[in-house]
């Protein structure tokens, strides 16, 4: 077949987003803060923008006659790039304000609303609160300092168990050699090792490891497993990640169901126990979205403006530089200023609705929680809040992402109120059962009740929440204790017999 050149005309489509669409989807995601930070720049790169109080009255008088009103909202841009249809201003105003029946009671949810919050309406004790815990966080140090104390009674030994935790990384690993830390304080290496093995018997199980083998082998040795098979496993760790498993089982002398049983032991400790500590330098959360009860029994919703200066265009200032600029490059600099600051406005106000319209849908499908607390917070997805306001899943999850919600129980994430269910002992499955937000507090509620000399097992944890119709499996009740920071029935026996002391 002979080669040579020609000429084909093909039609296609394809996906195109724009850098206003882009901008727009960017601006949803973020929060107040980056907001914040976001509109001062573009402050310092616009000159006819001003933080300001944005009038609302229709028509602007001073508005010059040669301005473009190629303005776009995001349902138009989105489909000229035919992109996704999640638009982030795609809300219609009226559905701010409106009054939403719950039930035994109407809720209104209003767009107005003050920073103050009622005080003395709620009286729950099973709230976490993400302010809380941003402000209160205890670090690893904090937290192996409160401990150290019952532990090493040797002042010489205590003294060098504390500085030991202060070399510890944030994995909870020691990173220095133990003799150039006995020279260092000027004591023998035997004070050092003492010290360290002080430290080593603190919770959480396996910190002040040298390495990662140490780490699971004080693990292993917490749970009572570390036998001679464990040893030679946990030593030969190299193997393992070589995938070398058949000279594994032949070193450890075991089967295969034994390995695989040692394997998943193995996989269920922690090799970097420290991260489960916050820092010292733990910063305080600001609220993006204020939720406060009424007098009416209702609930008044508002977006936290008061780290979000309004912005407006300076129109005198645009006449001003218009009729002083002859030059066509200049005016058309000018104008693509002025579209820009217009879009920017418009694309702020459509963001603030669009948090608006689905934070009230979550106030609305979590009316139990606001009122009695995290016991009755009950299953919710994106995909249900979502379909419930007329938009796409995925903006949904931008403007849960980020975003911190205040209210009279503490401040939450509005990822928060997103959590999977548990089925009741009963139940049809038709919505019925609990979060497992409100699992992880009866788990809680459960083990600060514990008896000190009976502490409860995983087991017997399953046995009371299946009689208080929960249908949980052992390790489902595990996951949820590990998620919430609690240790296993070991290391709270030894927890409180230190504190008992």
């Known amino acids: 077949m002979a080669l040579g050149p020609r000429l084909d005309l093909r039609q296609s489509q394809s996906l195109v987003m724009t850098p206003q669409l882009q901008q727009a989807i960017k601006l949803l995601a973020a929060s107040n803060l980056e907001i914040e930070t976001y509109i001062g720049e573009a402050l310092e790169a616009n000159p006819l923008l001003e933080a300001g109080e944005v009038s609302r009255e229709a028509g602007d008088r001073n508005e010059p006659d040669d301005i473009s009103r190629e303005e776009f909202t995001a349902d138009q841009l989105i489909g000229q790039a035919q992109g996704e249809s999640d638009s982030p201003l795609d809300i219609d105003p009226t559905a701010l304000d409106r009054d939403i029946d719950t039930g035994d009671a109407g809720t209104r949810f209003s767009e107005t609303g003050d920073w103050a919050a009622s005080a003395g309406s709620f009286s729950g004790e099973d709230d976490f609160s993400v302010l809380d815990n941003a402000t209160s966080t205890v670090s690893l140090a904090e937290h ?132 489960a500590y916050g820092s010292s330098d733990a910063r305080s959360v600001v609220p993006d979205v204020l939720v406060k009860a009424n007098s009416s029994g209702s609930w008044d919703i508002s977006l936290n403006e008061a780290t979000l200066p309004r912005l407006i265009v300076n129109r005198s200032y645009y006449v001003e ?71 796409h899943e995925s903006t949904v999850s931008r403007v849960t992402s980020n975003k911190y919600l205040d209210c009279d129980r503490g401040c939450f994430e509005l990822k928060y109120f997103f959590t999977s269910g548990v089925g009741r002992i009963g139940s049809t499955g038709d919505g019925e059962g609990a979060s497992s937000e409100a699992i992880k507090a009866r788990i809680k509620a459960l083990i600060d009740a514990e008896d000190p000399k009976k502490v409860l097992s995983d087991a017997k944890l399953v046995e009371l929440l299946n009689a208080e119709g929960f249908d949980l499996a052992r390790r489902t009740v595990a996951k949820y204790r590990e998620a919430i920071g609690l240790g296993s029935s070991s290391q709270r026996r030894r927890q409180k017999k230190l504190a008992s002391l």
Request: glycine share 6%; with cysteine.
């Open 144 to 275: 192996l300092e409160e401990q150290i104390g019952a532990v090493a009674r040797d002042p010489q030994e205590l003294f060098v168990a504390r500085h030991l935790i202060g070399l510890l990384d944030d994995a909870g690993y020691l990173a220095f050699d133990l003799r150039d830390i006995a020279l260092d304080l000027g004591v023998s290496p035997a004070i050092v090792k003492a010290a360290l093995v002080h430290v080593q018997s603190l919770d959480p199980s396996g910190v002040g490891a040298r390495n990662l083998a140490e780490c699971l082998a004080i693990q292993a040795r917490e749970a009572d497993r570390y036998d001679p098979c464990m040893e030679k496993l946990i030593a030969n760790l190299d193997l393992l990640a070589r995938g070398e498993i058949a000279r594994l089982k032949r070193m450890c002398q075991v089967d295969d169901e034994d390995f695989a049983d040692m394997l998943a032991e193995l996989r269920g400790y922690d090799p970097k126990p420290g991260l």
């Open 321 to 391: 530089l218009r009729d002083g600029s002859p030059n066509k490059e200049a005016q058309g600099w000018l104008r693509e200023k002025l579209a820009d600051a217009n879009w920017l406005i418009k694309a702020l106000d459509q963001r603030q609705r669009t948090i608006l319209k689905t934070t009230v849908e979550i106030v609305k499908r979590q009316d139990g929680f606001f009122r009695h607390g995290v016991s009755e917070l009950k299953p919710l997805t994106l995909r249900e809040v979502a379909e419930a306001i007329d938009m």
